[in-house]
């Protein structure tokens, strides 16, 4: 398993899963696009918040599937064997802070950081 930090930007692919006692944390797909060799691609991966009860409700409500953020934090790689036998490699994100770039597709809200 790898582990960095990074900040990328792109767009909320799910909506929001909530787990945890009393549901405090939250986990959502998220999608980055990009450019390799002139050809556009997409890379996925698994956004975690903790705490994420404890961010004003306000803030809660810009991490809504197709809102674009800018996210913080931790990076981790995993490798996994699919069910026919290929390995794939999963990405997983740990964010410690988030800022709203943009609401969903056609919207113009911006909203500050907030760590927790």
């Known amino acids: 398993m790898d582990l960095f930090n990074a900040t990328v930007v792109g767009r909320v692919g799910s909506d929001i899963r909530r787990f945890g006692d009393e549901e405090q944390h939250a986990s959502f797909s998220f ?8 050809e556009k691609t997409t890379t996925w991966l698994e956004a975690t ?14 991490v809504l599937k197709g809102s674009a953020l800018a996210i913080a934090g931790e990076v981790t790689t995993r490798e996994y064997e699919t069910k026919d036998g290929n390995k794939g490699r999963a990405l997983n994100f740990k964010v410690n802070t988030f800022t709203p770039v943009g609401g969903k597709k056609g919207e113009g809200e911006n909203g500050g950081e907030v760590p927790f």
């Open 49 to 62: 918040i903790f705490n994420f009860s404890r961010i004003p409700e306000w803030k809660q409500e810009t």
């Open 31 to 38: 999608a980055t696009t990009g450019w390799v060799k002139g």
